[in-house]
């Protein structure tokens, strides 16, 4: 792959830094600048193009090429004006298609939650199986970064890599489909359409499907000749599988749903039953998903990453009688919380507290639906701390699950969780 044009990277984060060192690698002497929305442009040997000043560098064809960062919508008007222009738009991962795809077996994982999970606990089945795979994506590696590592590569993807995904996988794998991201695609339609796209798609590929992903009438035609899935696991192999969660640091239904779906994509690639079960055992939860801490006798659990109603609702189901404080609310993504709100009491759900700006919803169907739960509604997570310890008695078990992004309130869920911790252990710890 050569390129004869100068390249524009939109967008500076972890998948534009391997860009540009792919770049560099190819052709050290490459032109390559960069621009993004928000925040700092800090990629090494490129030059800055202010988003203002695309429109008048597209005229000017200061560049031949964009390689858009996943974060950055792919339905912003100026990609329009790029291709109107004949300048293409296209991403790290489909670089990595172009560039490494043959004689490699790809399993791309996708789905709007439990994928991370999934991909994660695949990759330890199959490297537990003595098969040579390399995690990328989301997790693990940038698509650049594993390059031509493994002969196995498994992507867990967002739905911001699938909907201009141009190479087909060998393994496409749904966990579920529930509303999100609607600000970057800019309607649920068009959100399940681009995550659909991983398998809605010509092509003799295999498709492994999650338990909530089975019985949605969007997935089975998504799916189009249903002789295109993965055998189903035989009842042996399934409650060998649930005896090894039982043990392991799975936590929830939802998790067992997701080492079922790893083991089927498993077996389907040459993995081996063994290396199924090793694979359980080695798991180790993901960071700020149902991360526990202890501090005294409460039980903190960190669910920072859950970013919709359907992730809370697992987050809860995980800790049967408990009697639990939530921590819920954040960006707005004109999600529907009035099921959450019905489902709090049954959880054990003893006291709520809400954060701007989808807590306020929460809050006030809550207080319809489940009047018997206390409802503190908070400005900021250090407002909802202190709430919480003022009702100490209330709960053993205290869970950040907001149900939403991070973005009104902090950079991304990982600044969220990371403050959530340090919280708890000034607030809740020894001699507090």
Known sequence: ?????????????????????????????????????????????????????????????RFGLIIKSPGVSRYKPIFETARNATIPVTSNLNLWGASFRQDRTVIAITGTKGKSTTAT???????????????????GLAPLEIADKHAVVIFELSSYQTADMNFLPDVAALTNLYPEHVDWHGSVERYYADKLHLIDRDGGFAVALG???????????????HRRLLPELDAATNLAIENAVAR?????????????????????????????????????????????????????????????PEATKAALAAYPGRRIALIAGGHEREQDYAELAGLLARRGVHVLATLPVTGFRLA????SRAPEI?????????QAITALAGRRELFDTLILSPGAPSYNQFKNFEERGHRFVDLCKSRFGQGA
């Open 248 to 308: 392991s640091r799975l936590r929830g239904a939802h998790n067992l749903d997701n080492a079922l779906l790893a083991a089927q994509i498993t077996l389907g690639v040459g993995g081996t039953i063994d290396g199924i079960m090793q694979g359980i055992a080695a798991f180790r939860p993901l960071p700020h998903r149902l991360e526990e801490h202890r501090i005294g006798d409460l039980t903190i659990v960190n669910d920072s990453i859950s970013t919709t």
């Open 1 to 61: 792959m050569r390129f004869d044009e100068p390249v524009l990277l939109y967008g500076a984060g972890r998948e534009a830094l391997s860009s540009r060192a792919f770049l560099k690698a190819r052709q050290p002497d490459l032109k390559v600048y960069v621009t993004v929305d928000s925040g700092t442009a800090d990629i090494p040997e490129t030059e800055l193009i202010a988003a203002t000043d695309l429109p008048a560098a597209i005229a000017a064809r």
């Open 121 to 139: 606990l695949t990759h330890l089945m199959l490297t537990r199986s003595g098969i040579d795979a390399g995690l990328a994506g989301n997790v």
């Open 364 to 367: 006030q169907a809550t207080q």
């Open 211 to 225: 338990a909530a992903a089975k019985g949605n009438a969007l997935v089975a035609r998504a799916v189009r000749d």
């Open 374 to 382: 206390a409802v503190l509604q908070c400005a900021d997570l250090e």
